[in-house]
């Protein structure tokens, strides 16, 4: 009955309306598909289109080159011994947490952890103790809280963690963590550190044996301008043999990733745009300092950026006193401030927002970066006797 014609019709093609419009949203900045990823979504849409010359294993795939992808270019650019594309950031988290921990077991992360590394945990029904940060304005976290956190673990459980994990950097204000300190404090106790890099592996230099983890993982479609849902994993050889173990029941099969992870166009256009990923990060300098230069601009008309001062990622929250305050006193308020964008062509601010924010500079350039302030400077004129 409901399966007619007419109903059906609802699901076939649909414009995006956001398409054309710049795009300030952290989660989409770092995942747009580059050209060549975009041909590689077209030509290699079809289901297991990968799979034609597959010999059973995915990592293996010599056409297209999977191999030379997973097996020299990503251990190079992650900097760890053995590589695997996955469907995910989290899909790799918890390959890594299901392998190294068991139920009962211990996790240790960072305050700004992000959600899916509690869910994660939890699918393999380890406990969580999380490592306070300073709170606002700045949200520091202290490395020395991994070695109070581990001692409490110790004297809980009597054991140490099976796992620390933290959050590079985190998604909440774009905070960068001393990773290296707290690898060390970590490895003190022989607890390996895992570093969710979703908001650095594509953006920024980042390698694992520079910064003495043990674990990394990437997120492509956020950070490597990949269609995805595809991520990364970098492993130690420490760790390989027992986060890549292979199955008993089929020999070339790794259980971790139930025998095979991203099987068609999700992993072609991470392969696609890696050339272009490779020289983005190189430029992240100049990305910084764009994050910079917006940041002052927006705290000079009155907005307040919370998190590490100087900044040193393109992920930035803000407080805005203002745009609060005319929210209160204008018609729909809580949706003035997208609609106001939104008729600026600018989107990435949530619908409803107006107090608190964040936004990615990442990719924009110095001119649409412009755009944007000017926009803000606008609308605050717009609704100056507000
Ligand atoms: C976005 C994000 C993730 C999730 O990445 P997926 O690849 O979608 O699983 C994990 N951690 C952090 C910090 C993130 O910002």
Redesign the pocket.
Known sequence: MTLNDSFLQKFAFINRETLDRINIDP?QTGGLLTEAARQAHMEWGDGYSICDFCAGVLDQIKKPPIHDFVHQALPEFLGCDEARVTN????S?FAVMHSIGKPGDWLVLDGL??Y??YVAAERTGMNIKAVAHSGSPEYYLDPEGYGAAIEEVIKESGKPPALALV?YP??SYGNVPDAGKIASICHEYDVPLLL?G??AVGRMPVSAKEIGVDFIVG????SMAAS??V?VLGVSEEYAPVVLRKSIHNKVKEVELLGCTARGATVMTLMASFPEVVKRVRNWDQEVENARWFSSRLEDMGFIQRGQKPHSHDLMFFEAPRFYEISQNVKNGRYFLYRELKSRNIHGIKSGLTKYFKLSTFGLGKEKLGTVADAFEDILKKYENV
Do not use: I, Q
């Open positions: 989660l995910g950031a989290r899909e988290k952890a992000h899916s590394s959050t985190d998604g969710n979703a908001y997120s492509g479609h956020k995805g849902p991520g």
